[in-house]
């Protein structure tokens, strides 16, 4: 998904932006070593300096929002609501929440063992930083792609290199610029360029890497990382499913249904790109969702709407050729199913009457595009749902909770709704994670620093007496494997005293040995 003028043209007016240099070899190994030099430090610090530190971050990326929303308004053409809220506006709250998970996941933890089996031990887990971490994003959120990695990485000890898509390099560099003015020297450092520069990001020795972006590049990554035996989370496409049943809210679930379809000019992971409908209520459904998708407005320069261009010609290619296809398979436009202004703008489109050999149900489309397939009912939308390679996000919008509930539980995905959808990406609490080609990693909550951090045990023995199963072996040591047997088997209480008169033989046994 790489066009040859990337990031080089404004999706707003087609006007040209000016060029960023991509990073050479050599600058990309540079910024892994002085990301490492600048970590050790940052890692002994205290946890709570760490936390400080990124509030300050947070605090200062919200003070300079109009630089942020300025960047973003150039290079994604959307409005500044529309910037805004995708990808700046809860930033501070963002930061409490991925401390609060951090002090769970990063807390050393105790194990408790058996004072009668393992006498005078000590055991304790501990998160150690990986080192330097390299978060390679795509473009459609220029800024919370980094986030959703970002803060954890650096909270967990780490250093970071970024490597923002060629499609968004200026706000990945604005991001960059506001780490270096807070954090320590060189320890978030930035490289630019397309998938050459993040292939050798890869190779220059980054400990652990965080990526997002498309099934073909994330597998490539994923190989690449597992050659070098170093971790690496990823987070690829989807193709959600919402399955809106006969009882639900009508008018809230189409509101909800093209919001979370259309938002970012369905250039989302997560949107809504296939509404399976039940037949009885499918009329009434598609009618309300056309008739307010005709009501957005389309930006145009100089006057911001809800739903900004595509951000890439590429990318516009994509929705005009799933569109096409879905037309000439028999699709009823319902609405939009057109370009619009100067540059990459797509009218939010809803297509009716679907079926599943249409690109617009299987391949993830990235687009103003809600794809209706009618169904006679929940058990057909549910399989029909998850016959798809991906498993992001899906949703079930109902009257019925119980019955939603139980039917999102059947979706194959890894975050599953009932009568909303993809709100929960947001959230750094909660896991955001797929299955089938979307990707197993995870992104947010205490589970995701397994990319962040090793764990470490330490062993402590405080006991001044050979243990039992040391050297030599004899006739007490099977005696005492004979009796932890029987006690494994539930044997009384006189196991116990047996293994207490063979321990003390088996102690004399061994200071013998090597008295
Ligand atoms: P992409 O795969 O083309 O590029 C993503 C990033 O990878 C870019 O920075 C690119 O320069 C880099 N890259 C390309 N080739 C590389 C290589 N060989 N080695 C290392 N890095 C390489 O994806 P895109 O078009 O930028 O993003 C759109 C895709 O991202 C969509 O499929 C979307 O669903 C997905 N996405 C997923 C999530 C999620 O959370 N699951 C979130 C956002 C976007």
Redesign the pocket.
């Known amino acids: ?2 066009d040859p003028a990337a990031g080089t043209v404004s999706p707003l007016d087609g006007s040209t932006l000016p060029p960023v240099p991509s990073s050479n070899g050599e600058e990309v190994k540079v910024a892994v070593v002085k990301a490492r030099e600048a970590q050790r430090a940052w890692a002994a610090r205290p946890s709570s300096e760490r936390e400080a530190a990124l509030q300050a971050l947070a605090t200062r990326l919200l003070e300079r929002r109009s630089e942020a929303l300025e960047v973003m308004g150039q290079e994604m053409g959307r409005g500044p609501v529309d910037n805004l809220f995708h990808d700046l506006v809860s930033a501070r709250e963002f930061v409490s929440a991925v401390i609060r998970a951090g002090r769970k996941a990063l807390a050393p933890e105790k194990i408790s063992l058996s004072m009668l089996d393992w006498p005078g031990k000590k055991v304790t887990v501990e998160a150690v930083p990986r080192g330097v971490v390299g978060i ?6 220029p800024l919370a ?1 980094f986030f959703k990695h970002l803060f954890p990485a650096l909270l967990a000890g780490n250093g970071v290199v970024l ?5 968004t390099p200026r706000t990945g560099a604005w991001l960059w610029k506001q780490c270096v003015e807070v954090l320590p020297k060189d320890l978030v450092q930035l490289v630019q360029g ?2 050459a520069v ?2 050798a990001l ?1 190779e220059a020795g980054v400990d652990a890497l965080a ?8 597998k ?2 994923a190989a690449a990382a597992g050659a070098r035996l170093i971790p690496c989370t990823v ?4 193709k959600d499913a919402a399955i809106v049943l006969a009882d639900c809210n009508l008018s809230r679930t189409v509101a909800g249904v093209l919001f979370w379809a259309v938002h970012n000019a369905g250039q989302d ?1 997560s949107a809504i790109e296939r509404v399976y409908v039940e037949e009885a209520i499918a009329d009434r459904f598609v009618e309300q969702l056309a008739r307010a998708a005709k009501k957005l407005r389309v930006s145009v320069p100089g006057a911001p709407g809800e739903v900004g261009p595509l951000q890439n010609a590429a990318q516009l290619a994509i929705v005009e050729a799933h569109v096409l296809d879905a037309k000439a398979k028999g699709a009823v436009v319902a609405a939009g199913g057109a370009r619009t202004g100067p540059g990459y703008g797509y009218q939010p489109t809803v297509l009716d009457r679907c079926t599943d050999e249409m690109k617009a149900v299987r391949e ?1 489309t ?1 687009g103003p595009v809600i794809a209706v397939v009618r169904v006679k009912d929940a058990e057909e939308a549910v399989r029909r749902a998850n016959d798809s390679q991906y498993g ?1 996000n899906g949703s079930v919008w109902t009257a019925d909770l119980a019955r939603g509930e139980a039917l999102a539980r059947r979706l194959e995905v890894g975050v599953a709704f009932v009568n909303n959808h993809s709100i929960a990406g947001a959230l750094p609490e909660i896991p ?1 994670t ?1 299955v089938k080609d ?1 990707g197993p990693g995870v ?1 947010s909550s205490r589970h995701a620093y397994a990319t962040f951090v090793r764990r470490r045990t330490v062993f402590i023995d405080k006991n001044a007496k050979p243990d039992p199963l040391w050297f030599p072996f004899n006739d007490d040591l099977m005696a005492f494997g004979e009796a932890l047997v029987a006690r494994g088997l539930g044997a009384g209480a006189g196991v116990f005293l047996k293994l207490g008169g063979l321990l003390g033989k088996r102690v004399k046994a061994i200071q013998e040995l090597v008295g």
């Open positions: 998904m790489s390679i994003a795509p473009w459609n959120y792609n490597k923002p898509s060629e499609h397309g998938g993040g292939a890869l990526f997002t972006g498309s099934v073909a590049t994330g490539k990554v987070e690829l496409g989807g992971c993830e990235f992001l955001w797929g979307t992104a």
